[in-house]
């Protein structure tokens, strides 16, 4: 039988670089093994990916390179359970099955000529860095950008070259924060959704777009709507368990939304809409 | 399709028998007290007297299925590199399901949409779908539970079928439905049906009334979104609930599934199995947190998917075929058809 593109099927790859970004996440760039996927492959900044470690399983993560840097896919796996240790065990060199793109991405283009307000909490700043990087790339559509990003200690910041790097340009607000003091910490501490309220940026043609811990999420949701932030300019991405990735096996949906295809970016408005408790 | 074919009660033998020479006839088959589908072959009694327990879905969805195998190959050139293989087998040999009923049949064409039109092609459905003939027996009389005139169906209902049979005081009746069905008819055997056409329809509309009505045809906008939402009203439906996912194994038109890994040292395989949304872990996040941690939401979201959010997604079809085998076979005896007929009632 002619055998057409088989949804379950994991692209071969290896890994090429890894990077120690905390004690509990390593950053895996990836390469597809065959050339002419690399050459082809294309996604949308936001979407994600299922990494699959030959005989332990699948888990799913967001690639967090962004679409215009395409030399390597990039995911940062946060040590949970099974399958991110297993991943958290492999060398470079190792190959591993992704199945990618999967999901919606963000919706960059309506974001076009506003102000940017991202908010992060630890390995939640992994799909914000697609977006950065991606709108750093593209500089000039997008206006004031604003990150507030915060951990645990300083030893749980990840992208700790990037953040340097984001710290020194002059079009980059960057906010960083801990949750309490920590021996030679001298910039911010307290809870993100604390310091969002201290910062208390503007919400004129302003859009947030927040990942973290879904308790951060929660009070960062409340604090934006306290600073007037409209639901149509909230975005937030939510997690699930996933296994299949394409709305099939049941597991992610709230109502009949699947958050592997529908989303796992959604606008606050989305949200109320399919009654999903946040 | 206008024409019909007639097969006489004696020849039924000879006729599966001609089609299994060139497919796999799976038919139902008495075990025990329990009916079940299995291949066509000598000493396997055909039975068709009532629904079989669990409807013949693995046919074409398979209850366990090899998604790949791998293989880890050591480089020629350079011994210390170790690379991966992988493989896939989708030949699927021809199939034919003989004697499942109507629900059983429309099952199918719920995880068409699902499995094909909406989110596929899933390779591994379409191969087996595409390969396979469905030979459906309209139901002479419902079985307990039984509920399929309730939601637009019907004990002689053609959806999801290439042929439909009835059976009469010497044969079956045979309408087809589709192309694969018109060529069951030139199979040996089969005689001209016309003229027991008319006793055939009696025998069906006959069936359908029969059929009980938990509550009137009933279409997924009468369901009454605030009640859904109520905790209280799933605490108190699905309080003997006991979480043993049986009422979804043997549902045709419940498709959950899972993926399990196998390696022994060199190889290994991804297997995909059937799951089921009534189970704790089938939700569990990695953080520990679980969406749909006890079983009033886990019921609530079966029922939901079946009579709400599928609906929402394929233009109001429902995806229940009302074939009563979740209320025959539930240990505790859940109810969903009195489920639904409370969820429609004015609050
Ligand atoms: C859209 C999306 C994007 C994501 N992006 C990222 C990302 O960029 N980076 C990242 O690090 N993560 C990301 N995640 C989360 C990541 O997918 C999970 O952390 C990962 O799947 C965990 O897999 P695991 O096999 O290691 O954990 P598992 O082994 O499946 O889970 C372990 C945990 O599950 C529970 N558990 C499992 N089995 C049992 C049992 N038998 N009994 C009791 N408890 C049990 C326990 O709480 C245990 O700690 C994302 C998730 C989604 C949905
Ligand atoms: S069969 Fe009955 S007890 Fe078992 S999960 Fe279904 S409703 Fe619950
Ligand atoms: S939910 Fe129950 S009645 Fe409906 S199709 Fe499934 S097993 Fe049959
Ligand atoms: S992960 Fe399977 S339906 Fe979303």
């Given at each position: 039988m002619e055998q057409s593109f088989n949804p379950y099927l994991p692209e071969l790859a290896t890994v090429i670089k890894i990077i120690d970004e905390t004690p509990n996440i390593k950053s895996y760039r990836v390469v597809f093994d065959d050339p002419e996927k690399m050459k082809t492959f294309s996604f949308e900044p936001g979407q994600v990916g299922q990494l699959y470690v030959f005989g332990v399983g699948e888990a799913t993560f967001v690639i967090n390179s962004p679409p215009t840097r395409m030399e390597y896919l990039q995911f940062s796996v946060m040590k949970a359970g099974e399958i991110t240790n297993a991943i958290h065990d492999l060398h470079e060199g190792d190959q591993i099955g992704v199945r990618a793109p999967l999901g919606n991405s963000f919706p960059y283009d309506d974001m076009k000529g506003k102000k940017i307000l991202f908010i992060g909490g630890g390995i939640g700043l992994a799909p914000l860095r697609t977006l950065i990087l991606f709108m750093l790339d593209n500089r000039k559509d997008y206006d004031d950008i604003t990150i507030i990003y915060g951990s645990?200690?300083?030893?749980?910041?990840?992208y700790k070259d990037e953040l340097r790097e984001w710290e020194s340009r002059s079009d980059v607000n960057l906010i960083l924060t801990v949750d309490n003091e920590y021996p030679g910490w001298h910039k911010r501490t307290g809870f993100v959704p604390t310091v969002l309220n201290e910062v208390?940026?503007?919400?004129?043609n302003t859009v947030a777009i927040t990942c973290g811990p879904p308790i951060m999420i929660k009070f960062v949701l409340q604090n934006l709507a306290k600073l007037n932030f409209k639901d149509d300019h909230v975005i937030t991405t939510l997690e699930a368990r996933m296994k299949?990735?394409?709305?099939?096996?049941?597991?992610?949906?709230?109502g009949s939304k699947y958050i592997c295809k529908d989303g796992p970016i959604f606008s606050l408005v989305q949200l109320k809409e399919s009654g999903a408790e946040i | 399709m206008a024409e019909t074919g007639f097969l006489p009660k004696e020849k039924i033998d000879g006729f599966l028998e001609a089609l299994s020479k060139d497919a796999l006839v799976y038919m139902p088959v008495l075990e025990g007290d329990v009916i079940i589908f299995r291949p066509f072959k000598p000493g396997n009694t055909l039975c068709l007297d009532r629904p079989a327990n669990s409807p013949p879905k693995s046919v074409i969805y398979?209850?366990?299925?090899?998604?790949f195998s791998y293989n880890y190959k050591k480089e020629t050139d350079d011994p210390k590199k170790v690379s991966i293989e992988i493989e896939t087998h989708m030949d699927y040999p021809k199939a034919i399901i003989f004697g499942c009923r109507p629900c059983d049949a429309m099952g199918f064409t719920v995880y068409d949409r699902v499995f094909i039109e909406s989110n596929g092609p899933d390779t591994y459905y379409q191969g087996r779908r595409d390969e396979t003939i469905i030979i459906t027996l309209s139901c002479p009389a419902p079985s307990a539970g039984c509920f399929c005139t309730a939601l637009g169906s019907g004990p002689a209902n053609k959806e999801g079928s290439d042929v439909l049979m009835t059976g009469l005081e010497n044969g079956f009746l045979f309408e087809p439905v589709s192309e694969k069905g018109k060529a069951i008819l030139?199979?040996?055997?089969i005689e001209g049906g016309s003229q027991h056409l008319q006793e055939a329809q009696k025998k069906q509309q006959d069936a359908y009334n029969a059929v009980k009505k938990p509550f009137p045809s009933i279409s997924h906008t009468e369901i009454s979104r605030k009640r859904f939402d109520l905790d209280e009203f799933w605490h108190k439906a699905v309080s003997k609930c006991v979480s043993c996912g049986a009422c979804t194994f043997l549902c045709p038109t419940c498709y959950c599934f899972n993926f399990t890994d196998e390696q022994t040292l060199e190889s290994g395989e991804r297997i995909r199995s059937w799951d089921a949304?009534?189970?704790?872990?089938?939700?569990?996040?990695?953080?520990?947190?679980?969406?749909?941690?006890?079983r009033f939401l886990r019921y609530r979201n079966r029922v939901g998917h079946k009579f709400l959010f599928y609906p929402e997604k394929y233009n109001g079809v429902i995806a229940c075929c009302g074939c009563g085998r979740c209320i025959r076979y539930c240990p505790v005896s859940v109810d969903i058809s009195e489920i639904v007929s409370q969820l429609r009632s004015p609050e």
């Open positions: 645990r200690t300083p030893l749980d910041l990840c208390a940026p503007s919400p004129d299949c990735g394409i709305g099939i096996c049941g597991r992610c949906n709230i | 398979p209850q366990s299925d090899v998604l030139a199979m040996p055997g949304c009534m189970f704790y872990h089938f939700t569990l996040e990695a953080s520990g947190h679980n969406p749909r941690a006890t």
